[in-house]
Every structure is written in C-alpha cells, then in structure tokens.
C-alpha cells in the first residue's frame, strides 16, 4: 500500500516540477503567458487514472469470465474506461492547450495566362478530328446497345422470355415420393391428421416444383373438381399437393387438423405468411385468404411394392401466380 | 410362521385394495364430471341442440375409447379439461383436479386401453437437431421461437410453460387442430432432441446481453439508436461550442 502512495505522490510530484526551459532566443510571444493550472492537471490525470482502472476491470471482468450479467459488465467498463478518457481529452482541450485562430486573407480570383492556355489547348485539341458525325453516331450507338444490355435481363423477371420455365417441374409419371432425409414413403405410412412432406426421387429440395404436402383425406371428405378421378387423384384418400403457396410462394406448412371434427374447425391446408386456406379434401380450393387459385394438385399410385409414386405432372403450374398462368 | 404368512398376506391385500380405490374413484370422478360430454360408455356425445345440459350448453365430446394415458394425462395436467363450450379452444390453466383425484381420473381412462407418453430425456437430445426438426415441423405454426401464431380460425399456443412431458405428449397426440407426428416421422430419439430445443427456446441464453423482453433485432436496434444518441447529442453539448 505504502509503495502505491509513494509511486503517486512521484508521479504527481514529478509532473509539478517541471521546469520551464528558458528559450536561447528571446522571440515575441504568440501565445500570451498564462499562469500553470495545476487543477486542470490533476483532474485530467485523475481522470486518465479512472480510464486505466476502468480498462483493467474490463480485462480482469473478461478473464474471469463467470460473473452474473457478465455482458453488461464487459459493457460497462469498457464504457466507463472510454468514458473517462475521453473526458480527459475535452479537460485537456479546454483548459490546458491555448486556443490560437490563425487566418490568412483568400487570394481573389484572377484572369490569367494559365486559363487562356487552357482554352487554347481546347480548340487545338480538336483539330485532329474530321469526320466528326460519323464519331457521334457510333457513340450513340455504343451508348444505345449498352443501355439494352443492362435492361434486357428484366425480362427474365416475367413469364415472356421462357414461357415454359415456369411450367416445368421434376414430376414425371412413375417418380418416388421421398421425404427430407431421402427415404420412399409408403402408402401405409401415411395417416391421418398428419402432414407429410415429400420431394421427387433424386430431384432438388430447392426447385419450386420439388416439394409436395401429402395428407389423408377421409373417403366420405373427398370432393375433387370434376375430371380427377379419385382413383388416379386419391389412391386410398392420400392425396398431393405443391408445397407452394398459389399466392406469394411461401411454403404451406401448416395444417389445421382438428383432433374431433364435431367441435372444431375442419382440416384445412394454411399457409403462414398470409394465411391462404385451402381445403384438401376439395383439390384443394382457396377457403379463405389472398391466394387467387387452387394448389396444384399431383396424381398419384401406389407402386406394387406399397411406395408412393406420381402419376403425371401437376393439375397446374406450380408457384405464384402470374399474369397469364390459366392461359394453356 | 402363522404371524409371517398373515402379514404377507396384509401386504399384498393392501395395495390391491388401494388400487382398486383409485379405480372406484377415478370412475365416480369420471361419471361426476366427464360422462355428459364424454358419454357413459366413453364413445363420446354428438351435438344434439335440442338437449341442454348444466348452464343450457349443449354437451358434446370426442370418445375416450382408447386414447390412454397419453391423451388423459396431457389434457387434465395442461387444464385444457374440463372446458366450458366445446366449441371453444382449450387453454391451458391451472389443473381442476388435486394430483390425487388427477391419478384416479386418468388411470381410469387409461384402463381402457391405449397408448402411453413416450419416455422424454431432453439431456439425450442435442440442441441444434430439436432447432432442425423444430423448423421443418413445428415453427411454420408455433414460430421458431415457440412464441405461439395464428392458424386460420384458431390459435398455435406458446410454448412458453409446456413441460417436457407436455411437448412430447402433444406431438403424438395433436391437440385440438395441431396435426400429430407419428414415430416414422419423428422418433422418440429425435423426440428428445425436439424438447430439449423448446425448452432452450423458453430460456435462451442472451449472449448479447440484456434480452429486452426479446423483441426482435429491430426494436431492439431502435432502442441501442435512442440511448446512444441521447448520450452523443449530449457529449456535443458539452465539448462544442454555440455558433453565434
């Protein structure tokens, strides 16, 4: 303890007796003499000093690493270290450093040589040029032709440029219902009041057409739209349909399955972004939110083996809707 | 010998006749409470407007055939039974019964046959596989942070106060409008790993400090703005100088 008081009282003692250097030549002062503020001094040292010790209770709070509120502790000392500092630095800028203004008039702006040069050099400059048109036509040209480059890939935004693109899914007849994890899904393992979700045998999850929620409808439910035969649509009530939303592409992923049906709502396919409802049982027909037309529905059979395969494509185009997509 | 062979005899006897209180009892609680929805015989009670029950509502209930333990147990322990109308959404609250009259009602239920809550060790489970499972399966409804939402004409619930039991429970049994997830979809192994994932996401811990009731990087962006721009405005003040 005593060591700390007697390395204090030094370093105080040392930063009072400073001498002042007597200069060799006597020159006029710019800076009128001001008397030594030893308060200042000791409030920016003090303040420095609190900065340090701020700055160690950061180390010593990080290293021990175990303390409750550990975080706003580590907040708070690094904080309070730059705090301090900072507060030095404005104690040190108003009261210790002499505040001298120094101006010097603009120098007003002239005609002179340098510019005449300038513009002579201009009109020479074009001298070389002779077929001044054509050079403002191939400009333009160039100009023209890099414009469409930069617009042209906006048509890639829209159905116009590939029609088909937004047609095309990986379904074709014969191909495996898989689940997440790659594995066939069987007929018999489809239950009720479950929702499965499944992607075509060796196709891309991220593909647009790729997911498919499946679900089991009870036979005396099933009412698809007139031409699915719910044999070829609904083998044993399972039946399929693109995971995407019809309205903004989200992912429908919830279903509302009630537990007894008497007391609650029915079953119904809802998509969590803006609440799309589509019945299964109905082909999935919009029961209520923004969406503007059914999910597309996938055909399906069940492979000798039990396994769940698609039948065909899609009853739709898969996705978004966009201008155009009932037109066929 | 006469005195061992007796008092063999006494233990034995005494937890049947335990047991078989429990029974009587769960079964005097069920007819009490749970037959007019339920029905007498557990094959539940279709709504039939023109017959009113106690408080004129019309009585209606899913059968209790079969559901076992798994369901009795989840229901009764959540307080979503008894419910008022039921038409309604079960909510959870404080449990009707006392944990003995529970234990009557849902032996009694069980004894019907049925199947049980599955065996949950959250400790088993790894964190960041209940986080997969919980995104693939649960947070389109519940929200990845197990806040709860909204489906179309009914509420997913918060997850906030389901116990371990609870969360398992409910995904096999799907309650209300929830779908249930079997064992091929979700294994009692993986099962652990779900739980243990919402029981972190009830608790999580705050790297970043003070959580703010967790309101989202947003919110919580606007109030880190607020606070240091106070304190900003209030350090020019101090160190710069009017114009004038």
Known sequence: MRWLWSALALLLGRGRREPIAPSAVERPRIVPREDPSPRAELAVLALLGLATVAAVAFIVVYVLDRLPSQTQLLGLTLGLAFAFLSAALVVTARRLVPVEEVSEPYPEPQPSAEADEIVQILDESGERVTRRRLLKVAAAGAGATLGAALVVPAASLGPVAYPDALRRSPWRRGLRLVDSNGRPIRAGDIEGKSLYTAFPRGASHEELGSPLVVVRVEGTRLDLPDGRDPDLWAPEGIVAYSKICTHAGCAVSLYRTPLYEPTSKSPALVCPCHYSTFDPATGAGVIFGPAGRPLPQLPLEVGADGTLRARGDFSEPVGPSWWGVRRR | ?244
């Open chain 2, 1 to 244: 010998m006469r005195v061992a062979v007796l008092l063999l005899a006494l233990l034995l006897v005494v937890p049947a006749a335990a047991g078989a209180e429990g029974a009587s009892r769960g079964r005097d609680l069920f007819f009490s409470r749970c037959a007019e929805c339920h029905g007498a015989d557990l094959t539940g009670v279709r709504a039939d407007p023109s017959r009113r029950g106690a408080e004129d509502k019309v009585p209606a209930g899913p059968p209790l055939l079969g559901v076992g333990e798994l369901a009795a147990d989840f229901y009764l322990r959540t307080g979503y039974m008894p419910l008022d109308d039921a038409a309604e959404q079960p909510r959870r609250s404080t449990p009707s019964y006392s944990e003995r009259d529970l234990r009557a009602l849902v032996g009694f239920i069980a004894s019907f046959g049925g199947p049980r809550t599955p065996d949950v060790h959250p400790a088993r489970g790894s964190t960041s596989v209940g986080l997969k499972l919980f995104v693939e399966n649960c947070a389109g409804c519940h929200q990845v942070v197990g806040a709860g939402g909204y489906v179309t004409g009914a509420e997913a619930v918060a997850l906030d106060d389901a116990t371990a039991r609870q969360i398992a429970q409910a995904v096999r049994i799907g309650p209300y409008v929830m779908p249930r997830f079997t064992e091929r979809q979700i294994s009692n192994r993986e099962l652990d790993s779900l739980v243990r994932y919402v029981l972190y996401a009830q608790d999580p811990r705050d790297r970043g400090g003070w959580s703010l009731e967790h309101l989202g990087p947003v919110s919580e962006g606007i109030v880190a703005w607020l606070v240091a721009g106070a304190a900003l405005l209030l350090v020019a003040r101090v160190i710069g100088e009017r114009i004038r």
